[in-house]
């Protein structure tokens, strides 16, 4: 199954001045996703089966690729740490940045931990804690992005 994210948008219509944004069918596109082509007035196209996409082109930012991040106030960091998410791109914020908490609902253990033991001067501590955390809460939404792919299928779910 295909997922259609918020930055793969994000860089079709900034990056390549595209207005109209070509998928797959049964290409599950993320409320975040559906949010930027409207607010934006972009035009969501299904292609048929067997066309090529246009949207096969899109790459990590160079920086990303080279691992490099930077956080919002533009610090330069040189790896991803634990207690931080990508908010777009190469563009990390604390996992109790208010947008990465309209994310997903199954979050919200990850984020008390992240409430817990992230520091006001961005430092933490129990990594391992925030990294289980993490994984769990991926793995939800993995799980939340089977079922609605299978449920738009009218299919079960792969365990695969």
């Known amino acids: 199954m295909q997922v ?78 634990e207690h931080m998410t990508h908010l777009h791109g190469n563009v990390l914020v604390a996992k109790t940045h208010p947008r990465i908490r309209l994310r997903a609902l199954s979050r919200q253990v990850e984020l008390a931990a992240a409430d817990a033991f992230i520091h006001p001067d961005g430092t933490a501590e129990r990594e391992d804690l925030l990294q289980g955390y993490n994984r769990l809460s991926s793995a939800f939404y993995i799980l939340m992005l089977q079922l609605a792919s299978a449920g738009k299928e009218g299919g079960r779910i792969s365990h695969e």
């Open 4 to 81: 259609l994210q918020e930055d793969t948008v994000r860089q079709l219509h900034l990056k390549q001045g595209r207005t109209e944004i070509h998928i797959a069918p049964k290409t599950y596109v993320t409320q975040q996703a559906r949010d930027y082509i409207k607010e934006k007035r972009l035009t969501l196209i299904v292609d048929e089966e067997g066309k090529p996409l246009i949207n096969r082109e899109i790459r990590p930012a160079p920086e990303m690729a080279a691992g490099q991040f930077r956080t919002e106030d533009g610090q330069i960091l040189d790896h991803k740490p």
